[in-house]
């Protein structure tokens, strides 16, 4: 599966974005999809996670209340909706798909396949 993501912009504190992570193939549904970030100089971390069917979410505590994710398998796509934006949330943030497991995971090892990231700047 190739993941596209986009959506990455420059916002004010407070503001809002959506980003989008549109796969390519027919399985997406059976992908368990994670968003993550990385901040220059930082290590890339565990932003959100969807199951394939979309009924498990789970999320880091910083975003938590903040960010939604969700998915639509029809449009081989996966939103992050991220609402409340800080300057801290300011990273390249990249989708990447899990083809073994049906929840989401929280490690990096556990993705098989990325995208190329987007950068989102929230300016102070």
């Known amino acids: 599966v190739q993941l596209q993501a986009s959506g990455g912009g420059l916002v004010q504190a407070g503001g809002s974005l959506r980003l989008s992570c549109a796969a390519s193939?027919?399985?997406?549904?059976?992908?368990?999809v994670g968003w993550f970030r990385q901040a220059p100089g930082k290590e890339r971390e565990f932003v959100s996670g969807?199951?394939?069917?979309?009924?498990?979410?789970d999320y880091a505590n910083s975003v938590k209340d903040r960010f939604t994710i969700s998915r639509d398998n029809a449009k081989n796509t996966v939103f992050l909706q991220m609402n409340s934006l800080k300057p801290e949330d300011t990273a390249v943030y990249y989708c990447?798909?899990?083809?073994?497991?049906?929840?989401?995971?929280?490690?990096?090892?556990?993705?098989?396949?990325w995208g190329q990231g987007t950068l989102v700047t929230v300016s102070s």
């Open positions: 969807i199951s394939r069917g979309g009924s498990n979410t």
């Open positions: 193939g027919r399985t997406f549904s059976t992908y368990a």
């Open positions: 990447a798909a899990d083809p073994d497991r049906v929840g989401p995971g929280r490690l990096l090892k556990l993705y098989d396949y």
